[in-house]
């Protein structure tokens, strides 16, 4: 049970890296970016092929860099082509997919068995030690809150505070003076390139990267996101980070809880839609079950 609890937690701080992409693209600048499941896979195929090149550290900053020109697309698609957010991001999803088989090698699926990875560098570092059973959640941990520290301080920058306001009021940053559409596209590259870095991750961690791979990550990474905003409600830049790190961690650990129950794996796609729609009217329902207890006192 303590390794299926070990297991969940580094597959949900994994997967908080997808959270926090969304946490920037949906949360500070109020875009929806549906390219996250082709951006995961990208990173993820890009990663698999740097590593099986043999530079399994230089294959992080890589899939980043993809991630970021997948952002870039999206971005000049919404900003400069007149293209609906939401219809952009569906486009370079579907355009992603060739992409990414090409990226492999025209294959659905890499092995990298053969492959060194941060993981197996963190293991054979930690050999022989009582932190050798930890080795992997302790590379991810360190990778994660590396990239917490980087989103607040960045959010607290000059450019930074422009892309919240960005998305608070596009209006007004525009009577500023401040271009909306860098700020755009910035946000858009940077929130990418951690959707990437998490598919890259999870394609080491499982030794092996498919074309399937990021199916389903926008779901789930929306679901956590909710889930962190329930944890920290209203709060500043650093506890919007921190919930949604939590928010992943706990949307794993239910996952796993499914499974032990023997859910069927078809069934856990509905899981993830109904704490969506949980995460989403909980807050709703309860405010109005306030408001009204106000009103009959």
Known sequence: MISLIQTAVELGLISSLTV????????????CDLSTDGAFTLG????????????????????MLSGMVSGFVTALLQTKMGVDSLL??????????????????????????SAGSI??????????????????????????FVVMICIVAFLRTRLGLALRATG???????????????????GLCLSNS?????????AQYNKSANIDIGTGMLTIALASLLIGRLFFRNKGVGHGVIGAVIG????????????????????LKLVSSVIVILAISGPYFLGKMRKKGAANA
């Not at 993981?119 to 994660?144: C, H, K, M, N, Q």
């Not at 951690?194 to 999870?202: E, I, M, P, R, V």
């Open 20 to 31: 926090l992409s969304l946490y920037l693209s949906y949360t500070m600048l109020n875009v």
């Open 168 to 186: 608070d009021n596009p209006d007004m940053v525009r009577s500023s003076s401040i271009n909306t559409v860098a700020i755009t596209i910035t």
């Open 88 to 113: 952009a991001g569906i486009t370079v999803n579907t355009g992603l997919y060739s992409i990414n088989i090409a990226v492999m090698g025209k294959s659905s699926l890499l092995n990298l068995n």
């Open 248 to 267: 992943a961690i706990f949307f794993r650990l239910v996952y796993t809880m499914a499974l032990r129950l023997n859910m069927p794996a078809f069934m």
């Open 119 to 144: 993981f197996s560098f963190a293991s054979d570092l930690t050999e022989g030690s009582v932190l050798e059973p930890y080795a992997r959640l302790i590379a991810i941990a360190l990778i994660v």
């Open 194 to 202: 951690l959707t990437a870095l998490s598919g890259c991750l999870l």
């Open 44 to 63: 993820a195929a890009v990663g698999a092929v740097v590593a099986l090149s043999g530079h399994p550290f230089l294959a992080l900053p890589a899939a």
